[in-house]
């Protein structure tokens, strides 16, 4: 599969956390170009702030392949990740990240901190702004609709 395919399937993923109520932020796990695993956003119906699609993709991935080391995978997520996927991604050696829309509050990507850049000893290939619009109308839109939501309450 190309990247904008493999976008293109967090994207559905987003989408489903969308209709759950979750903030719509999906991610897919690939190598050699086919998935190994994808998940979404779960915190609100697990109650449990660790439930992010990147980790949920990444313990998915290291099942799936067997081990911890994700270093011949890549990671397509539709937002930019936070501290703590990034802290993830950082350990389980992700090769390269592609993500759609930037996160000017939480991003650690350079939206609001680049984590990789400092001393770690993994640094994967960050690529931004793949179907950024898309991924960035979905959060809007989101958001948009809890707003109506509140009022309406």
């Not at 695993?37 to 949920?56: I, M, Q, S, V």
Request: net charge neutral; glycine share 8%.
């Amino acid at each position: 599969m190309t990247d904008e395919q493999l976008m293109q399937v967090a994207l559905e993923e987003a989408r489903i956390a969308a209709a759950l109520g979750e903030v719509p932020v999906g991610a897919v796990i690939a190598k050699d170009g086919e998935i190994v695993a994808r998940a979404h956003n779960l915190r609100e119906r697990g109650k449990n702030a660790t439930y992010h699609a990147e980790l949920l993709a990444i313990d998915a991935a290291c099942k799936a392949l067997g081990g911890w080391r994700l270093w011949q995978c890549e990671l397509f997520v539709t937002l930019e990740p936070c501290p703590m996927c990034s802290g993830a991604i950082i350990n389980s050696r992700l090769r390269r990240v592609v993500y759609g829309a930037r996160d000017p509050k939480a991003g650690c990507c350079g939206g609001l901190t680049d984590l990789f850049a400092l001393p770690f000893n993994h640094h994967p290939v960050i690529e931004q702004g793949l179907l950024q619009e898309d991924a960035q109308a979905l959060l809007q839109d989101f958001f948009v609709m809890l707003r109506e939501k509140r009022k309406k309450k």
